[in-house]
């Protein structure tokens, strides 16, 4: 299953440049494996795709309020329709559910 990220900053609608978000998607579980994306300046606000590549987890820091994860393809495509999964700030790893 590939994932596409966007973090959220508690409802400010401004991006900080300042703040440097850093996300790293792998190809197995628990954020193990190969790494399959990585970017270190996501910017707040913003839906990142992993392109063609497919991940089955990944890691984010620097998170000021939220990170949502969102299944690629169908209803959810390009960050719509809800989150499948959404994870507090600062820093953690998400694994996509199966299938």
Do not use: W
């Amino acid at each position: 299953m590939q994932l596409k990220v966007t973090f959220l900053s508690s409802g400010l609608l401004v991006a900080v440049p300042a703040l440097a978000i850093n996300v790293v998607a792998f190809f197995g579980a628990d954020c193990t494996g190969d790494v399959v994306y990585s970017r270190s300046d996501a910017i707040i606000d913003q839906c990142y795709s992993l392109c063609s590549n497919s991940a089955k987890s990944s890691s984010h820091s620097s998170v000021p309020s939220q990170a949502q994860f969102f299944e690629s393809g169908g209803a959810h495509n390009s960050c719509t329709n809800g989150a499948t999964l959404v994870l507090g700030g600062s820093s953690g790893c998400a694994t996509a559910p199966a299938g």
